[in-house]
């Protein structure tokens, strides 16, 4: 066999399918390894470019190939689909991963550390926290409406629910008895977030940047520490445009015959981190709206007598992303006089 200068390999749990090509663009490689015998495959081979598409696993099998000596790069599987020729399998995929690597324009993922790693299931595990948190919550209040016991809204309502059902003799003693195992599940639910929340803020207080991002209006400690966590480099960006885009808050381009047409958001990029700018920006506005807040700029107030709340709020953690970048690109801190000036640290 040819020494290959590029291998895509489509990725499973257990069966990874290769595909590589020669100098001469000429496949030489084409085939189905099980994970040891891969392993085994590339710590053999000589040094060569693999491209793999990102998901949860690629990292740290990107790292242990880089550590083979090869030159591991990483592929969006959106930036992937274009080049499957036909069909859909695990050989078409990997033939498609290999091509896609090929093209100068293509952007790659960065490959994360196990310590980026670390943090992002910080925010994950406080994230699927609060879900349980809000499955449980609901499932009190309807059991609870059945036996005609209506809380107010809110979470901080639940407990007060809880001990108006302990106390009231007119619901059935089994069903007081499961109502108490899932107040358990709750507070225990409790116990778990804040703790999780203690070590997010612990890791906050100790990142340099997400201390400074945190100074931006509408951000705060979890969207500075969502976005020091799950931004790439942002010298990877041309511009803070570019930033916003790649979060997925500038509008769908549909322009055709040198007619601009923008539509909606993309929703590209990470929902998670674009959800907290959004929610930032709706926080932000409102305290603007009761004429509480001093980050009332003009623009800002000229946007609310013509839009409705919700654009406003998604033009905002807009501006806010592309502040953000700023930030990051300079190592200044955000002005608190100013809504939309730096000043250098």
Request: glycine residues 6%.
């Amino acid at each position: 066999m040819e020494k290959p200068i590029r291998i895509g390999i489509d990725t499973s749990k257990h069966v990874f399918q290769l595909h590589g090509v020669d100098a001469a663009e000429k496949p030489v490689l084409r085939r189905q390894l099980r994970r040891a015998d891969m392993l085994m495959f590339f710590e053999r081979l000589p040094p060569t470019s693999i491209a793999l598409e990102a998901c949860g696993a690629s990292h740290n099998l990107a790292r242990l190939l880089t550590s083979y000596g090869h030159e591991v790069k990483l592929i969006a599987p959106q930036l992937v689909k274009p080049y499957v020729k036909r069909g859909k399998n695990d050989a078409a995929d990997a033939e498609a991963i290999c091509e896609a690597m090929s093209r100068p324009t293509m952007r790659f993922v960065p490959i994360k550390t196990p310590q980026q790693q670390a943090a992002l299931m910080l925010i994950g595990v406080r994230d699927r926290l609060i879900q349980m948190r809000t499955q449980v919550a609901n499932s009190i209040r309807g059991y609870a409406a059945e036996f005609g016991l209506i809380a107010a809204k809110g979470i901080c309502r639940v407990e007060q629910l809880l001990d108006r059902i302990a106390l009231d003799r007119s619901v059935p003693a089994l069903a007081r008895t499961l109502f108490a195992t899932q107040g358990k599940i709750y507070r225990q639910l409790e116990e778990e977030i804040a703790e999780t929340e203690a070590q997010l803020a612990q890791w906050h207080r100790a990142d340099e940047r997400a201390r400074r991002l945190a100074g931006i209006p509408g951000v705060g400690p979890i969207g500075a520490s969502l976005l020091t966590m799950k931004s790439p480099a942002p010298e990877l960006f041309a511009s803070a445009r570019q930033f916003a885009a790649w979060i997925g808050l500038t509008p769908k381009d549909h322009s055709t015959g040198g007619k601009t047409r923008t539509g909606k958001i993309t929703r590209a990029g990470d929902e998670a981190l674009r959800s907290v700018l959004v929610a930032g920006a709706t926080a932000l506005l409102r305290h603007v709206r009761a004429g509480r807040s001093k980050h009332a700029s003009p623009w800002l107030l000229d946007m609310l007598k013509r839009k409705p709340p919700k654009l406003v709020a998604v033009a905002v953690a807009n501006k806010i992303a592309r502040i953000a970048w700023k930030l990051m690109v300079s190592g200044e801190r955000y002005h608190s006089r100013s809504t939309n000036q730096p000043v250098t640290a």
